[in-house]
C-alpha cells in the first residue's frame, strides 16, 4: 500500500508519540524493577538477620551476661573492642557498653576501659576505682568532662569497677577507668572543668617535684591562664600569643621527658605518668584551638569545626596509644565514643558528599591496630533523651525521628527482636555488597553517611532507647 502524503506528514507524529510511549514504558519497567531490587533485597536482608542476629537482655549491669556470650568468639584474641553509640544521653547504649564491658572482663580478661571524656579528668576515677577516698558526687563532677557525670550508667559503671577491684585477691591487677578526649571540654560549656584544666594539673604536680621551674612556667602561663578558663575566649589571642603559649607549652612537655627519671624519684612513677600526660595534654587543648581564626567571635559562624573535629579525632588517637602504653602489651581495653568516632572510615554529611570526607579516631586506630580492632556498630530505631546538662526543671526532652526509608537503621529494623547483636562478618555476599556502599546512618536526629562494613565488625540493635539523666 502507497503513503499518501497525508499519511507521510503525520507519520513523523506518530513515530515521535511511539518513542514517547516506548520511553514512558521503559521508565515504569526501570522502576518497577528497582522497586522488584528492593524488595528483594530486604527479604534477603531480614533473611540474615532472622539466621545470624543474637537476642541481647537490657537487664540491669547486676543480671546474667550470658546472652552476651556470642562475643567471645566475634572478638577472638583482638587487644581493643571499641563500642559506639547513635547519640549521647541514651540510657540503653551506656547500658549495653556496661554489661559488654562486665563480660569482656570476668569472661575474657579485658583490663580497662576509656570513654569519649577528658583524659586528665580521668585521673580522679582512675584513682577512685582503685580504692582512693573522695565524695563520689563530687568526683563524677570533676571526673567527667562534657557534664556526662549526669549519666546513671557513666556512675554504674565506676560503682562496679570500684566493687570489682575491691573484690580482687590482694596483689591482683586492677582495672582502669580513662578518659581519652580533649581536655577542659574546649567544644562543650557543660562541664564542671575548663580548657586550662591539663595545664594547671602539670603546674601543679611541677610545684612538688621541681619548684623553680614551676615558678618560671607559671609566670609564662599566668596571662593566659584566664583565656583558657573560658570557652572560646581563644579567639581573643593574637597570632604572636598563640605562638608564644605553644611554644612555652612545648617547652614544659620538653621538661617533663628531660626530667623523667628525677621527677619519678621524688613522686611516683603512677603520678609522674599522669602528670606529664597533662603537659601533653595542654599542648592537645591548646592544638584544638588554634583551629579557631584570630579574632574570631561566636556571631561569625563555625566553619573551623570540622578541621577542629578532625583534631580532636586525632587526639583521641594519641590519648588511646598513651593508654595501652599505661596498660603494657598484655593490656586489652574496651573503648566507648559516638560512632562518628568509632567508624574507620571517612564520613559525610550526605551519602553523595564528593570531598575527603571527615577523617575519625577510628581510621587511625583500624590502620594502626588492624585485626586488634573490633568494633560495634550502634543502631536505634526511635526513643527519646533528654539534655542532662540542664536544670532538672529546665531540661529538654527530645524524641528520636524514625529512620528514614533506605537508610541504614530502617535496614536493620526489619528483623522482629527488639534488641540485638549480629556479626556483620557473616553477611552473605549480596547483604555484604550493600553494606560496603556509602549509606546514610541516622541517629534520630540527622544523618551521615559511611560504608558500613569495613568501617565496623559488629552491630548492636536498640527498638527504643529512654533518657539517662540522674
Same mark, same amino acid.
Request: with cysteine.
Given at each position: ?182 581536655? #577542659?571540654?574546649?567544644? =562543650?560549656? *557543660? &562541664?564542671?572543668?575548663?580548657? $586550662? ?5 602539670? @603546674? !601543679? ?95 561569625? #559562624?563555625?566553619?573551623? =569545626?570540622? *578541621? &577542629?573535629?578532625?583534631?580532636? $579525632? ?5 590519648? @588511646? !596509644? ?149
Amino acid at each position: 500500500m502507497f503513503k499518501t502524503e497525508e499519511t507521510k506528514r503525520h507519520q513523523p507524529g506518530r513515530l515521535t508519540m511511539s518513542a514517547a510511549i516506548l520511553s514512558s514504558i521503559l521508565v515504569l519497567i526501570g522502576a518497577s524493577a528497582a522497586a522488584q531490587q528492593e524488595s528483594i533485597q530486604k527479604v534477603q536482608f531480614s533473611d540474615w538477620l532472622n539466621q545470624a542476629a543474637h537476642e541481647l537482655s537490657l537487664d540491669e549491669l547486676s543480671a546474667s551476661t550470658e546472652d552476651l556470650s556470642p562475643l567471645r568468639e566475634m572478638v577472638g584474641d583482638a587487644r581493643i573492642v571499641a563500642v559506639s553509640e547513635s547519640v549521647h544521653a541514651a540510657r540503653e547504649p551506656m547500658l549495653f557498653r556496661n554489661r559488654v564491658f562486665r563480660y569482656l572482663v570476668e569472661e575474657i580478661g579485658f583490663d580497662a576501659i576509656a570513654i569519649e571524656s577528658g583524659v586528665i579528668e580521668s585521673q580522679l576515677l582512675d584513682d577512685y576505682v582503685a580504692g582512693g577516698d573522695g565524695d563520689p558526687d563530687l568526683l563524677f563532677d570533676l571526673g567527667f568532662s562534657n557534664g556526662f557525670g549526669q549519666f546513671q550508667q557513666n556512675r554504674e559503671l565506676i560503682s562496679w569497677i570500684r566493687q570489682h577491684n575491691k573484690s580482687l585477691p590482694a596483689g591482683s591487677k586492677k582495672i582502669r577507668f580513662f578518659g581519652m578526649d580533649v581536655s #577542659g571540654s574546649p567544644y =562543650n560549656s *557543660a &562541664a564542671a572543668r575548663n580548657p $586550662d584544666t591539663a595545664l594547671r594539673t602539670a @603546674l !601543679e604536680y611541677l610545684k612538688k617535684v621541681d619548684r623553680q621551674s614551676a615558678d618560671e612556667f607559671s609566670d609564662r602561663f599566668e596571662p593566659y591562664l584566664p583565656v583558657l578558663a573560658e570557652i572560646f575566649a581563644y579567639g581573643t589571642l593574637s597570632n604572636e600569643e598563640r605562638k608564644d603559649l605553644t611554644a612555652s607549652i612545648s617547652e614544659l612537655v620538653s621538661l617533663f621527658e628531660r626530667h623523667r627519671f628525677q621527677y619519678i624519684a621524688a613522686s611516683s612513677l603512677d603520678e609522674y605518668e599522669w602528670s606529664a600526660h597533662a603537659a601533653t595534654a595542654a599542648s592537645q587543648t591548646d592544638a584544638w584551638f588554634r583551629e579557631i581564626p584570630v579574632g574570631w567571635e561566636s556571631s561569625d #559562624g563555625f566553619d573551623w =569545626n570540622i *578541621a &577542629a573535629q578532625e583534631m580532636r $579525632d586525632r587526639i583521641m588517637f594519641d590519648n @588511646l !596509644e598513651w593508654i595501652l602504653e599505661q596498660l603494657g602489651q598484655d593490656g586489652r581495653l574496651l573503648v566507648f565514643a559516638s560512632v562518628s568516632h568509632i567508624t574507620s572510615s571517612p564520613w559525610y554529611l550526605t551519602s553523595g558528599g564528593d570531598d575527603d570526607g571527615v577523617a575519625p579516631f577510628g581510621r587511625y586506630a583500624r590502620d594502626k591496630y588492624g585485626d586488634d580492632w573490633v568494633s560495634i556498630l550502634s543502631l536505634i530505631e526511635s526513643g527519646e533523651i533528654d539534655i542532662c546538662a540542664m536544670p532538672i526543671d529546665e531540661r529538654i526532652s527530645r524524641e528520636l525521628a524514625p529512620p528514614p526509608a533506605g537508610s541504614v537503621e530502617a535496614m536493620f529494623a526489619l528483623d522482629t527482636k527488639p534488641d540485638y547483636l549480629v556479626d556483620l562478618r557473616t553477611a552473605p555476599s549480596n547483604v555484604a555488597s550493600w553494606l560496603q556502599q556509602v549509606q546514610d546512618h541516622w541517629n534520630g536526629f540527622g544523618s551521615y553517611a559511611f560504608p558500613t562494613t569495613p568501617s565496623f565488625d559488629l552491630a548492636y540493635f536498640l527498638g527504643s532507647v529512654s533518657p539517662d539523666c540522674i
